[in-house]
């Protein structure tokens, strides 16, 4: 049984940071891209992050490069999201997800990703 789960989510003031974690377990293998995805109230899902298994660049949406970092810990099979320099408008639900099995991101389309964590609220307040 495949199982993502993500921990972290919190509220901060604009400027500070947070750390999102995600375990994942359940797959026999990791050739995949596991990302972060975030929705807020009366908006679409967005992809905010991703990087692949075996490495590579990540990907990052415009609105969060430079300031987020997702990163992979292969031992412990957790993909890590930092984020640095929070926003108001970063304030959604933050979801882990994972593709199928894969050689890319799939430009952080959702649509790509058939395995989702339950979420983790991030609240980022003026």
């Known amino acids: 049984q495949v199982d993502l789960v993500e921990s972290g989510g919190g509220s ?8 999102l ?23 679409e899902r967005e992809g905010v992050a991703g990087l692949h298994t075996t490495g590579g660049s ?20 957790t993909v ?3 984020m640095n320099s929070l926003k ?8 882990c997800a994972a593709s199928g099995n894969s050689l890319t991101c799939h430009g952080l389309l959702g649509m790509y990703f058939g395995y989702w964590g339950q979420g983790t609220q991030v609240t980022v307040s003026s």
């Open 80 to 82: 890590i999201l930092q």
């Open 58 to 77: 990540p990907l990052y949406t415009d609105s969060v490069r430079g300031r987020f970092t997702i990163s992979y810990d292969n031992d412990e099979n």
């Open 88 to 95: 108001t408008e970063d304030t959604a639900m933050y979801y």
């Open 12 to 19: 901060v003031q604009a400027g500070g940071s947070l750390t």
């Open 21 to 43: 974690s995600c375990h994942v377990s359940g797959f026999t293998e990791y050739n995949r891209c596991l990302a972060w995805f975030r929705q807020a109230p009366g908006q």
